[in-house]
């Protein structure tokens, strides 16, 4: 049986010749895959209309080599495109589906990310923080292994005074220790999402804090995209 079916999320999406698309879209049971979506202007294209990113779909794909092909497919949750969304939440929910695309490799199912990717897109759309963005691509960095180290400073151990951040090691330091400045009440938010206790982190009432959470977080995104796609072989550098 090559066919098999998947609850999955849309990530994007681009055109294949004249007529037809793929699909990237991560899947509960099958990770990061790409499918060729046929006939986006003929008969077939049922399908393609409601392979829009942010959507959840139950699909049926016919398994390939390299690219599969969409069979079939059942719209779950609708895109989250539309009036009732702001701006500034759905360049949030491309920004998370963005890093997920950077820091999953194909084909290598994650139920844990599928949750955070699927949980993570209805809260951006339902119950908009400052604090939900940063807290959902910690948790991604969390589940894919790079989760960084805020306890107690990395090279002498002590617990209070953690003023620094050494982003080569990723963890906290204390203001003897050396690293760049970060306010204790970021690396505090930091360690609460860590933790688990993103519910508390988004009941915050929002202060200075949650622009320097976002930022330390995005820096953080940035070292690892950057490692992983030079682990993968591709040359950044001509
Ligand atoms: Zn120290």
Redesign the pocket.
């Known amino acids: 049986m090559k066919n098999y079916r998947d609850r999955a999320v849309v990530m994007r999406s681009w055109p294949l010749g004249e007529a037809d698309r793929i699909v990237e879209m991560y899947g509960m049971e099958a990770g990061k895959l790409r499918a060729v979506s046929k006939g986006v202007r003929g008969r077939r294209s049922r399908n393609s209309g409601l392979m829009q990113v942010t959507a959840e779909v139950d699909v049926m794909l016919w398994r390939g080599r390299d690219l599969d092909t969409l069979v079939q497919a059942a719209l779950v949750r609708p895109n989250l495109v539309g009036p009732e969304i702001e701006l500034d939440a759905y360049q949030a929910a491309c920004e998370l589906i963005e890093t997920v695309d950077r820091l999953t490799p194909d084909r290598q199912p994650n139920p844990q990310i599928y949750r955070l990717l699927s949980t993570g897109l209805r809260m951006i759309a339902e119950e908009w923080s400052p604090f939900l963005l940063g807290s959902l691509l910690l948790r991604l960095l969390q589940l894919e292994g790079y989760a960084p180290l805020v306890g107690a400073?990395?090279?002498?151990?002590?617990r209070d005074r953690l003023e620094r951040f050494d982003f080569g090691s990723s963890s906290a330091?204390?203001s003897?220790?050396g690293g760049e400045p970060v306010a204790p009440e970021v690396i505090a938010v930091v360690q609460r999402v860590l933790d688990a206790r993103v519910r508390e982190v988004l009941a915050q009432r929002p202060g200075p804090e949650a622009g320097g959470f976002e930022g330390l977080v995005a820096r953080l995104v940035a070292e690892h995209a950057g490692r992983s796609l030079r682990s993968a072989g591709v040359r950044l550098t001509p």
């Not at 400073?153 to 002590?158: Q, T």
């Open positions: 400073c990395s090279l002498c151990g002590r330091r204390c003897d220790c």
